[in-house]
C-alpha cells in the first residue's frame, strides 16, 4: 500500500498556475544599432518605434514544467511502500530458575521413565527439560547454587540453551552444601535489569541453608518488595537429619511471604506433577505486537522527473537541429528550382 509521510505538502501543486497569470519578462535594449539608422528609416518609409519580443509559452513547455513540479512534490512528501503487518510475540514474564547442586542431590531415591533408579538431580533435570519445553513466549533464566550461588544462564528466550546447559549440570560443581538464601538475592539482581511486570522464582533445594549469608526468609521479604513471586519445591527426605534435613518450615515461610506455592516432591512422578501445576497457575504471558515495515520509494519520483527532464531537453535539441538544417537547405532547393 503507498502512502505519504507528509501528504500535506500536496497542497502546492497547483503553484505552477501562478506561472501562467503572470506578465511577460520585459526588458529595454535597442533592436539595432547603426550610424545610419535615420536614413535607413527614411528610405523605407517606416517609422520606428519602442517595443519588444515576448516569447510564445508553449503548452508543451509549460506540461513538462508542471510534471516535473508535482514529482518533485511527490518526492518531498516521502513516499512509502507499507509492506503485510507482521505480528511477533513479544515475553512478558521473566522466569528464573533456582536448581540446587548440593552434594545430598546425588542420592538415587527417584525413578525414572524407564523404571531405572536415579539420582535427584538426574530426576530433577528430566522434568526440567520437560517444563522448559512448554514456557514458548518466557524469559527464562538459570541460578545454581550450592556454597555460592552463580548465575548459569541469564534471562533468555532461548529456551534450548538453557535446556543444554542445564543438562550438562553436575552434583558438587558449586560446593557441597546449601546456600539458599544467597541464591535468592543472586536471582533478585538478576531481575533488576528486567522491564516486565511478571517476575518469577522457581527454588528447587533438597536441603536446609547452612551458609547464605542472608536468611531466606529476609531475601523472600525482598523479593516480595520487588513484586518476585516464588515458588519452592522440596526435593528428598523429610526425615532426613543433619546438614541433609530437609528444612520445610523456611521453604514454606519463603512461598508465602512472597505469594507463591509451596510443593513436596517425594519421587519423580510427584515431581512432574509439581511442574505440570506450576506450568498452569504461571500460565505464560505474551504480547503481540504488530507492525508494518515502510520502505521509503522517494527515489522513483525523482527518477522519473529526471528522466522527463533529459527527453523534454533531447527532444527540443532535436527539433532544434532539424528546424536549422532545413533553413540550411532552403536556398539550395530555390536555386535548383530557377
Same mark, same amino acid.
Given at each position: 500500500m503507498l502512502a505519504f509521510a507528509y501528504p500535506w505538502l500536496a497542497l502546492l501543486a497547483p503553484l505552477p498556475l501562478i506561472w501562467l497569470g503572470l506578465p511577460a519578462h520585459a526588458e529595454r535594449r535597442a533592436g539595432l544599432r547603426v550610424p545610419f539608422f535615420d536614413q535607413l528609416a527614411r528610405?523605407?518609409?517606416? !517609422?520606428?518605434?519602442?517595443?519588444?519580443?515576448?516569447? *510564445? $509559452?508553449?503548452?508543451?513547455r509549460f506540461a513538462v514544467l508542471t510534471l516535473v513540479w508535482l514529482l518533485a512534490l511527490a518526492a518531498l512528501a516521502r513516499p512509502q511502500w507499507i509492506d503485510p503487518p507482521l505480528h511477533r510475540d513479544l515475553p512478558t514474564r521473566d522466569l528464573l530458575l533456582l536448581?540446587?547442586?548440593?552434594?545430598?542431590?546425588?542420592?538415587?531415591?527417584?525413578?525414572?521413565?524407564?523404571?531405572?533408579?536415579?539420582?535427584?538431580l538426574t530426576a530433577v !533435570?528430566?522434568?526440567?527439560?520437560?517444563?522448559?519445553? *512448554? $514456557?514458548?513466549?518466557d524469559r527464562v533464566g538459570v541460578v545454581v547454587f550450592g556454597d555460592a550461588p552463580f548465575a548459569l544462564v541469564p534471562f533468555t528466550t532461548d529456551l534450548e540453551l538453557s535446556r543444554a546447559m542445564l543438562r550438562d549440570t553436575a552434583v558438587g560443581m558449586a560446593g557441597p552444601r546449601t546456600a539458599f538464601g544467597d541464591a535468592i538475592g543472586l536471582g533478585i539482581g538478576l531481575f533488576a535489569r528486567s522491564t516486565v511486570k511478571a517476575r518469577t522464582i522457581i527454588a528447587l533445594t533438597d536441603g536446609n541453608?547452612?551458609?547464605s549469608k542472608v536468611?531466606?526468609?529476609?531475601?523472600?521479604?525482598?523479593?516480595?518488595?520487588?513484586?518476585?513471586?516464588?515458588?519452592?519445591?522440596?526435593v528428598g527426605d523429610p526425615t532426613a537429619a543433619g546438614e541433609d534435613k530437609l528444612d520445610?518450615?523456611?521453604?514454606?515461610?519463603?512461598a508465602s511471604t512472597t505469594g507463591g506455592g509451596f510443593f513436596r516432591a517425594l519421587d519423580r512422578a510427584q515431581l512432574a506433577q509439581i511442574y505440570q501445576r506450576l506450568?498452569?497457575?504461571?500460565?505464560?504471558?505474551?504480547?503481540?505486537?504488530s507492525f508494518r515495515p515502510r520502505r521509503d520509494i522517494y527515489w522513483i519520483p525523482l527518477a522519473g522527473g529526471l528522466v522527463l527532464t533529459l527527453l523534454a531537453q533531447g527532444l527540443q535539441l532535436a527539433w532544434r537541429h532539424r528546424r536549422d538544417h532545413a533553413s540550411a537547405r532552403a536556398p539550395a532547393i530555390v536555386e535548383r528550382s530557377s
Open positions: 528610405l523605407s518609409g517606416q !517609422k520606428p518605434f519602442e517595443g519588444g519580443v515576448v516569447a *510564445r $509559452r508553449g503548452a508543451a536448581v540446587d547442586l548440593s552434594g545430598s542431590m546425588d542420592t538415587k531415591d527417584f525413578v525414572d521413565q524407564s523404571g531405572q533408579t536415579v539420582d535427584r !533435570k528430566q522434568v526440567l527439560d520437560d517444563f522448559l519445553s *512448554r $514456557r514458548k513466549g541453608d547452612t551458609v536468611p531466606p526468609a529476609e531475601a523472600a521479604r525482598v523479593a516480595k518488595d520487588k513484586g518476585i513471586v516464588i515458588h519452592t519445591v522440596a520445610e518450615a523456611a521453604l514454606k515461610e519463603v506450568d498452569e497457575i504461571e500460565t505464560r504471558r505474551i504480547d503481540t505486537v
